[in-house]
């Protein structure tokens, strides 16, 4: 259906005019937006949303989709006029080409998925108003009969034809890319959602006299879509009275908020992302969506993706995706260490003239043994490789934010209410989790697990124990594994490397102390290696001493570390492999 999908990324220069969306280029075998609708029509309502979603995100959306209009608002506070510029895409969200594009409604679940994925938010009532007001193009509704087809592909199919020849009749004097509004009712965001979570707030499909066919309305549920809803995306940026903020911080701010507002302050301006519960006959983990192929290794998919700040992706997937027994996807995204192709991480028996990197990680066979082992999860392998082998090194070069939006994207491939996600990485992939949870709030929900194999070197309590603190309280569902050794001992042809305090044994004590003033923690040592655990399980870590002076960096995923990482506080943890021990997956390692 498209070429594999790269990550949409936000870019954050803005100008007084305009601001656009860095994507990668649309597939040229990318279907058009008929041939995409005639896909969608045979699809339930869960796999037409995944597919929308994953052709937004592998760039299938028309070229003046890409830029987004600015749109000018006032308001007076305290006898201050304040002065504000917003931005907004020209038109609904839509996938296709400029000459081939069909508008395509969602829940506001998965809207604000692909808003959060690129840095946007949905609008206001009151933002909404004022794009009519500033829009180029002013197009009259095109409203049917209310019927039960009102939520069928075929009717957005026809009004996306009458849109269109309004449209087409406008070009030559307001070429593509000119704000246009009045050919759809907004999903919005509303003050009143805070009581009425579950619903979606629409409002708008303003007539040529301005006035609005919907006014605000909370009556459907989340899942309720239909022909006249429209996804219009909003940068999160504005500019305040030449300040650059956030469409979040202006609706909380008493004094701001009315630019955007016509409700007073909103504190929470976005939908939650689980709203939806899939329908009760339909099977929750969807097959695979396209874009996958056979692996080098049998009953394996794969699927590649490469963006355009020297980040490659692996997607390794199991063929049996676990549908016929409705197994939930669990995501892992593993950080390559320092120095290593996806390939050499992967792993393989070594040939004559191969390179030794090959032979250090196997995580593709430590995946493999897993699978075996965890049969009531679906375990798939994000493979994450920075451009310099180097996620520090990346780091000093780019936006944390930009590994939050990788994350959020590869996790919108899946089903987002049955896919769970593991944060892993070994050596300086633990550079990317630090980045992760620089670039977050709060640590989603949906994230389950994080495992530093030897990776915490840049953990710092200012900026991470509460975020750690906070994920870990709030659900015993939610593990932390940490490994590592007492590498300030280890020498490198006779010298130390790293310190006592900034090797993964200082770094790791600091975290493990910050952690105990919340957590209890029970402590033994067995053959030299120190263990303490939470009573319930819930955090493990794992310290190897060294009194030979060794270097374990590897050692430590080679004998099973990787799953023990995923194991850690699990029934299964211990059985059937020893952590530090013999290769317990020696059986499943790919001879090529």
Known sequence: MSALP???????????????????????????????????EPLAFTARETAVSSAVLAGNI????????????????????????????????????????????????TAQQLADTLDCALPTRKMSDAIYAAAEVKLAPSPIS??????????????????HTQRVAQLAAHPLGALVAGDK?????????????????IYG?????????????????????????????VSQ???VNGQTNTIPQVLADPKL???????????????ATNLLAPPPAEVVNLPWPKGFSPGSHPGELVREIRLPDEIRLLINAPADNGTTSNRPVELIFYALPNGNTIEQTIGKTLQPGDDWHFDIQHIGAQTRWLRQVITNR???????????????????????????QIVTGVRGIFPATNTEVVLAGHSGGGSLIFGYLNAVDTIPDWIKRIAFLDSDYAYDTTHHTDKLRHWLSSSPENHLCVLAYQDYLARLNGQPFVSEAGGTWGRSHVLLNDLGGQFPFNSQTNNELEQFTTTNNQIEFLLKENPEAKILHTVQVERNGFIQSLLSGTAAEGKGYEYLGPRAYSAFIEAK
């Not at 009712?185 to 009425?196: E, G, Y």
């Not at 016509?262 to 929470?268: A, C, S």
């Not at 679906?378 to 939050?404: C, F, H, I, Q």
């Open 257 to 271: 908020c009315g630019l955007i507002s016509d409700e007073g302050v909103i504190t929470n301006s976005r939908y």
């Open 205 to 233: 499909w303003h007539q040529t006299n301005g006035i609005a066919i919907q006014p605000l309305f909370l009556g459907h549920t989340a899942a309720w879509v239909d022909y006249s809803h429209g996804i219009r995306l």
């Open 237 to 239: 940026t504005i500019i």
């Open 62 to 109: 028309p070229g003046f989709l890409r830029h987004f209009c600015p749109v000018s608002v006032t308001n007076t506070a305290d006898g201050v006029t304040n002065v504000a510029t917003f931005f907004a895409a020209p038109d609904y969200l839509a996938v296709g080409a400029d000459a081939d594009y069909f508008f395509t409604p969602i829940s506001p679940a």
């Open 146 to 163: 209310p019927t039960a087809a009102m939520t069928t592909v075929p009717i957005f199919e026809h009004i996306n034809e009458l849109i």
């Open 378 to 404: 679906t375990l798939v392998v994000v493979y994450l490789e920075a451009g310099m082998k180097s996620w520090p090194a990346w780091r000093k070069k780019n936006d944390d934010r930009r590994l939050a």
């Open 185 to 201: 009712k907004d999903v919005v965001i509303s003050a009143r959602l805070a009581t009425s979570p579950r619903k979606v707030a």
């Open 6 to 40: 790269q990550i949409i990324l936000i870019c954050c220069a803005v100008s007084a005019t305009a601001q656009s969306l860095q994507l990668p280029p649309r597939a040229t075998n990318a279907p058009g937006g008929i041939a995409f609708a005639r896909q969608l």
